[in-house]
């Protein structure tokens, strides 16, 4: 070493300096800054250079706030549904694993000279499948100038949507091929690849992409998901109800009884000391997970019967005389629809097509009575947002129609009553957008609006409006009303918004850093434990359970804790960009932000939220020492 | 820079069908596969999940290539748009001003990559090469920022880039991202790999510390700074949450906010939003395919962010 240690020490900061600075600055001193933070009450729109008012140190009453105080329930709403969507980390891992196993498994050839040869004739074949469904889907000259009959088709030719389907099916068949070809060429990376392919893409872009493929019409997802659950309606009422129920029950006590089985023989494997904590570890989670399968499809199974007990009844069907005679009422019936009469004769026009004659009525009444100023400011806020949703929709639309002939364009598009165009037709998109910028909110719970909306109608009608309101809520979720089973609205509706997350997590973590850590650790089990399992005669499965689970567990710890550590802290980006903090998917770093970043700038408040999370990750990640060193220890 | 032995594809016999493998290759893998009815499932089934993973992007295309947005439900319908309408792309351009955002968020990120890159091999070269009193208590104080969660740095460094003037410009962005103790923490484990011997004979040779760092220690850690530098860049071209709460104006806006404002405009237009979350798309996977086996192996390394 050259220099005295005070020379080196110098020199040594010379190098330092730069990066202790920023050090200080953005990571150490924020930190205990932020404990100081937490512990006042500053919030930016009390404390700045044009209030005279300082800022308090008020002890531990933000934390106070938050856990049992005014804040509490806000708090732990949060908290759960943060803990909600941390379900999908253990089934990531063990995608994660499955993943892993698969490409370290061989596959496919391995030679070089068979790599290439197998890629070839996979080309040709695909090839060759392409032209034969061309072939077998290609449109028949018969249909030429047929309308096709399929709804949401009826404007198409049926030949052009053969002709689109055919083209579909060579290019699925194409990209399988292509699949097929390059992984025959380029084995395990080119998996990898794609698998590794989400989690290099995750943050914005991604979410519009998922966003776009749930949405309920128009999704991927459901488009796929829905000739599913209509064939399976179909099986559902082709069968005694009867059945169903025997054959749910009988599932889910399958589950349970497997379940306590597992747990006895594992518990005797353990005092017996036959196998570790490690084994009892790995056979609690499989199990439970194999039984939560079995109830819940079990359950699924009881549940189906009711579909076909209790059909929903379907909305009397639009005419378009009907809504003529309502709509030519509608100056002289209701004058205080005043000057805001072309927002609502928007909406009007929006919903008018799609709802019968009682439901607008009720609607158009319920207007009026808005704007004489006699309903509860609740009411008029479920209106207000209820509007303005749709209202959204044909703004974006006519803000760029400047032309009349653009305009009747976005008038198409939306699909727009005749009888009501005109009246539309004269407006721009700006008088529009002026009327409704306050609140563009684009979807609306119901059952709040439909509680609200229930005191301005007599007691007896109330049940009927629910259900009404209820329709047009399902119609613009993009569902269509009536009974069987329907595909979820999934980011829409509260009831699987966190599911639709949960799903999404996975696929995009399941082939990222968790995928390549166990394939680093699955390589670097030695050989001679799986030559020694197999003398020994053990099975395929038992080699899984007695040597890979054991061997990956100090993987599995590490990527266990730093899952948990990412999870309590993420759900923020995707909440912001898809739900927008509806359908229940706040979690806690959304309301950090929506504490410090939003309305009233509470930074002591944020940060005391910042510590609670830091104590929580903190017990966490003890919990996981203490537990998860036990079983890598096994 | 070699590929890790650990994700080298393991060899095997051949899979062509109807010939018998010439030698067989020792059996390592956990899962036997030596016979061809396992090697093909296991084939079939990374085909089948790749799809999965790749599906979801073909559609993302088929929607960017749609002329009209209410012709997106026609699509999910058969399948295709009824019309190809490759001038979507250039429409993101009208309609918002993306190649701004485009040139926000590639010159953060790589301002942001350079700087780290400097600053945090530097600190490691000091941490892992100089003896100096003090320093592994200094290093300690880096490990232990590593266990605070991210969220609790939000609220302050907000307050501090406010108080420095920073905000709502591009210096905001920039100089928080441009240390960091991670890639410290990451330099220095790699840096602690390369032989001592070598800068030993050249400070024998006369060689001064920095011509040690520069010449001798910088070149041999080149693959530790490439995978230093692609998390930097990955992490700070889509980094959300630091541009959302440190601009305001829409010249200052990155890629990930410009998107997130198109879709709350033109939402409804899905065939536009697909369109330009695909462009935004480019940039990583262009880094990943020219960079792959880097990223792998600073994964395995531990590069795993938290």
Not at chain 1, 282 to 288: G, K, P, S
């Amino acid at each position: 070493m050259i220099g005295t240690p005070k020379k080196r020490l110098g020199i040594a900061m010379l190098f330092l300096l730069p990066n202790l600075i920023g050090f200080l600055m953005f990571t150490l001193g924020p930190v205990l800054f932020s404990i100081g933070m937490s512990f006042t009450d500053w919030a930016l729109t009390k404390h700045n250079p044009y209030s005279d008012e300082s800022i308090r140190f008020v002890g531990i009453q933000n934390y106070e706030r938050l856990l049992v105080g005014d804040e509490s329930h806000l708090f732990w709403d949060y908290f759960w549904n943060t803990v909600i969507l941390m379900i999908g980390i253990p089934i990531g891992i063990a995608g994660s694993l499955g993943l892993a196993i698969m490409l370290h498994a061989k596959a496919g050839p391995a030679k070089p000279s068979g790599r290439l040869k197998g890629a070839l004739i996979a080309v040709v074949v695909g090839a060759i499948a392409c032209g034969a469904v061309w072939l077998v889907m290609s449109p028949h000259a018969a249909e030429a100038g047929v309308k096709s009959t399929e709804i949401g088709l009826a404007d198409m030719d049926q030949q052009k949507v053969d002709a689109l389907r055919a083209s579909f099916a060579v290019l699925i068949t194409a990209v399988l091929t292509g699949v097929v070809a390059i992984g025959l060429a380029v084995g395990q990376v080119f998996f990898r690849t794609i698998f590794y392919l989400p989690t290099l893409l995750a943050g914005v872009a991604m979410f519009l992409l998922w966003k776009a493929l749930y949405r309920p019409q128009g999704g991927m997802i459901n488009a796929v998901l829905q000739p599913f659950l209509d064939r399976l309606e179909g099986i559902v009422f082709a069968t005694p109800m009867m059945l169903w129920y025997v054959l749910g029950i009988a599932i889910v006590i399958l589950g349970l009884a497997y379940f306590g089985l597992s747990m006895a023989r594992g518990v005797r494997n353990l005092s017996s000391g036959d196998a570790g904590p490690a084994m009892f570890g790995a056979r609690v989670i499989l199990t439970i997970l194999l039984v939560v399968t079995l109830v819940g499809s079990g359950f699924v199974a009881t549940q189906l019967p009711l579909i076909g007990l209790f059909p929903t009844e379907k909305p009397a069907p639009y005419s378009q005389s009907r809504a003529q005679s309502v709509l030519e009422e509608l100056p002289d019936q209701f004058p205080a629809l005043g000057d805001r009469a072309h927002v609502d004769s928007a909406l009007i026009a929006y919903l008018a097509p799609r709802l019968d004659e009682q439901a607008l009525r009720t609607l158009l009444e319920d207007a009026s009575q808005l704007h004489d100023g006699t309903v509860p400011e609740e009411t008029r806020e479920a209106w207000m947002s209820l509007g303005s949703g749709v209202m959204s929709e044909i703004i974006v639309l006519f803000d760029k129609a400047v032309s009349d002939e653009e305009r009747a364009e976005a008038l198409d598009r939306l699909k727009i009553d005749p009888l009501v165009r005109p009246a539309l037709q004269e407006l721009d998109g700006a008088s529009l957008r002026e009327a409704a910028a306050r609140r563009v909110l684009v979807w609306v719970d119901v059952e709040p609006l439909a509680a609200a909306l229930q005191t301005l109608v007599p007691e007896a009608d109330a049940k009927e409006l629910n259900a009404r309101l209820l329709d047009n809520a399902i119609y613009r979720r993009g569902l269509s009303a009536g009974d069987g089973l329907n595909a979820p609205a999934w980011l829409i509706d509260a009831a699987w918004a966190k599911t639709a997350l949960i799903v999404m997590g996975v696929w995009l973590g399941v082939g990222g850093g968790n995928m390549l850590l166990y394939l680093a650790g699955l390589s670097n089990i030695a050989p001679e434990l799986y030559e020694a399992a197999a003398i020994d005669g053990a099975s395929g499965w038992q080699r899984f359970i007695h040597v890979t689970w054991p061997q990956l567990a100090p993987t599995t710890f590490f990527i266990v804790i730093m899952s948990t550590i990412g999870g309590l802290q993420g759900g923020f980006e995707q909440a912001l960009v898809m739900t927008e903090g509806k359908a229940d998917t706040i979690v806690l770093t959304y309301y950090l932000y929506n504490l410090a970043f939003t309305d009233e700038f509470q930074l002591g408040l944020a940060s005391a939220v910042a510590w609670i999370m830091f104590a929580i990750i903190f017990a966490m990640t003890a919990f996981n020492f203490r537990y998860g060193s036990r079983m890598t220890n096994d | 820079m070699t590929k890790p032995a650990s994700i080298q594809p393991v060899a095997g016999a051949p899979f062509t069908p109807g010939r018998k493998p010439k030698k067989a290759a020792p059996d390592t893998s956990p899962i036997e596969a030596s016979s061809k009815l396992s090697r093909t499932l296991v084939f079939v089934g990374l085909v089948l999940l790749g799809m999965t993973f790749v599906v979801p992007f073909v559609w993302q295309v088929l929607i960017a290539l749609t002329e009209n947005p209410s012709e997106v439900d026609t699509l999910t319908r058969t399948g295709m748009p009824p019309a190809i309408e490759p001038g979507n792309f250039a429409k993101v351009f009208q309609r918002v001003d993306f190649a701004k955002y485009f040139f926000n968020s590639l010159f953060i990120a790589s301002w942001a990559t350079i700087l780290q890159v400097i600053t945090c091999s530097m600190a490691a070269y000091a941490f892992s090469r100089i003896q100096w009193p003090g320093r592994d208590k200094v290093f300690l104080l880096y490990l232990g920022t590593l266990m605070v969660p991210g969220v609790v740095l939000m609220v302050p460094n907000f307050a501090i880039v406010l108080g420095l003037g920073m905000f709502n410009d591009y210096t905001g962005l920039i100089i928080p991202a441009a240390f960091s103790a991670y890639g410290t923490f990451l330099l220095r484990q790699f840096m602690l790999t390369i032989p001592s011997s070598l800068d030993e004979a050249a400070s024998i040779d006369g060689a001064g510390h920095w011509r040690i760092f520069s010449q001798i220690i910088l070149p041999l850690a080149r693959p530790g700074l490439i995978v230093l530098a692609i998390f930097a860049f990955l992490f700070n071209y889509n980094s959300f949450f630091w541009p959302l709460i440190l601009t305001k104006d829409d010249n200052l806006r990155t890629l990930p906010l410009g998107l997130l404002q198109f879709d709350s405009t033109y939402g409804p237009e899905t065939n536009l939003i697909m369109a330009a979350s695909l462009m935004a798309m480019l940039p990583p996977i262009i880094l990943f395919i020219v960079l792959q086996k880097y990223l792998v192996k600073g994964i395995q390394l531990g590069a795993v962010k938290g």
